[in-house]
């Protein structure tokens, strides 16, 4: 049985860091795949050759065409909010409002009606911290979950990090470059969801290559003016690295109670009923 998934995000080059890999999994295994970003994300850390917000948000809409491309997505959407920015006070430009200071209820029904255009049987959003705590991440989580609930969506899988594997990467990762200026190694240390939490840990290491393409598409995440980001240091490992750091991606799905062993389907609670 094929199945739709949508793929709610905050930010385009949100959903290369934390489910492209599974995303390209399904898509390859003849599901369809959607990708909704709430922002154009025009309000981060860029070089400036990327130009104004408003030039870099049309960079950043092209950038998620093309990690969809990579991934092999059917459909991207954006939601038509504004970016809030690392402390949720960016002033988007006017008629526009910011994603985190919007109405839920509003939101939700945006990405609901969408939902329902797609039927869709399975919808990504974030875990309740927003993995690091950016204000647009929080939200994504408030509306996923509010959208599928009106929309009747069945499984809801929130994105996370495992927090001790992701120790674990940071610190031997750290043994081979050395991370730019901006990269706060404490606070990815804090960051995600504890193991005891998480329902899924999906194994996506044959789709190393593409993760890395959908990656590379955000070419405006990867430099700044004062030099290299996160995302090109992540780039440049070695594909034996890349696929032990980057190989697998977790989730928690609402509702689970997570079982002794984490799961690599995210079907699996629809085949379970389905069987039933």
């Known amino acids: 049985m094929a199945y739709t998934v949508v793929s709610f995000h905050a930010h385009p080059d949100d959903e290369a860091l934390l489910t492209s890999g599974t995303l390209a999994r399904i898509s390859a295994e003849g599901h369809r795949v959607v990708l909704v970003s709430a922002t154009a994300g025009e309000v981060v850390l860029a070089a400036s050759a990327f130009g104004t917000a408003e030039t870099l948000a049309s960079h950043r809409r092209a950038e998620l065409q093309r990690s969809a491309a990579a991934i092999g997505a059917a459909r991207v959407e954006f939601l038509g909010y504004g970016d809030s920015g690392l402390d949720g006070r960016a002033a988007p430009e006017k008629g526009v ?12 029904a945006r990405l609901a009606a969408l939902l329902r255009e797609e039927d869709a049987d399975v919808l990504t959003s974030y875990d309740a911290s927003g993995g690091y705590g ?7 989580h408030h509306v996923g979950a509010r959208a599928a609930e009106l929309a009747g969506t069945p499984v809801v899988l929130e994105a996370t990090v495992d927090q001790d594997l992701l120790s674990k990467a940071v610190r031997l990762a750290s043994l081979v470059y050395r991370f730019p200026p901006e990269f706060d190694r404490a606070a990815f240390e804090r960051a995600y969801a504890p193991r005891r939490v998480l329902t899924h840990k999906v194994d996506v290491r ?6 890395r393409a ?4 955000h070419a405006s995440q990867a430099t700044a ?4 980001r996160t995302l090109a240091a992540l780039l440049r490992l070695p594909q034996p690295l890349y696929r032990h750091v980057l190989g697998r991606e977790w989730f928690i799905e609402r509702g689970r109670t997570p079982g002794p062993a984490l799961l690599d389907d995210v079907f699996a609670s629809l085949r379970e009923r389905s069987a039933v």
């Open 214 to 217: 959908a990656m590379a598409a």
């Open 97 to 108: 409002e910011a994603f985190a200071r919007a109405d839920v209820e509003v939101a939700a």
């Open 225 to 228: 003016d004062t030099g290299d």
């Open 134 to 140: 950016h204000p647009d991440h929080v939200q994504v």
């Open 206 to 211: 044959r789709y190393a290559d593409r993760k």
